[in-house]
């Protein structure tokens, strides 16, 4: 069996990177409490046959997943409903091009990219195109700008606010 494992090297991560991992998990959580969704850090799983018949392994930033039964071992063998990106610079080609494409094809409904660098927010929502393909369309840019825009497009009952996911206090 292929894994088709990608190896990315986050030896050196910025501090800030896991922050608003930590920071965007901990404000989903509570909200997410009675329900039957939990969001999950960077040390989950995801393991999907795609179209061709590859396996891929991938281990998102951030994830909201409803139906939490679906794993095999340490892996989650079914899409979640949600998918967080934290840019890094060696990740940052990965997360814009296989990865989103891996995730787009696993029908993914919403997909956050996050540069903290630049404190933006890329939304992405799932459509599809003439050829019912799933296809992900930019919804929304949020920055410090328009930052009260800062809202979850398949989750509109969370509350999100940007200054926290953006909190690199000590």
């Known amino acids: 069996m ?4 990608q190896i ?12 608003v991992i930590m ?5 989903v959580s509570v909200q997410l409490k009675n329900s039957m ?6 040390n989950v799983q995801y393991r999907w046959q795609t179209k061709s018949g590859d396996v891929k392994t991938v281990i998102p930033d951030a994830t909201i997943n409803c139906q939490i039964r679906g794993r095999r071992g340490t892996s989650f063998i079914n899409a979640p409903q949600f998918v967080m990106e934290v840019l890094s610079d060696s990740t940052e080609e990965y997360d814009r091009g296989e990865k989103m494409r891996l995730y787009e094809s696993q029908e993914i ?3 956050w990219i996050v540069n903290w660098r630049n404190r933006q ?3 992405y929502d799932l459509g599809y ?9 930019l919804w929304n840019v949020i920055t410090d700008q328009n930052k009260q825009e800062l809202k979850m497009v398949h989750f509109p009952h969370i509350k999100m606010d ?9």
């Open 2 to 5: 292929d894994l088709n494992l």
């Open 8 to 19: 990315t090297d986050m030896a050196g991560a910025y501090i800030e990177h896991s922050m």
């Open 109 to 111: 409904n919403e997909y």
């Open 121 to 123: 927010v890329e939304i």
């Open 37 to 42: 969704c939990r969001v999950f850090s960077d």
């Open 23 to 27: 920071n965007f998990c901990t404000m």
């Open 129 to 137: 195109d003439e050829h019912d393909d799933p296809e992900y369309h």
């Open 162 to 170: 940007f200054d926290e996911l953006f909190n690199f206090k000590w």
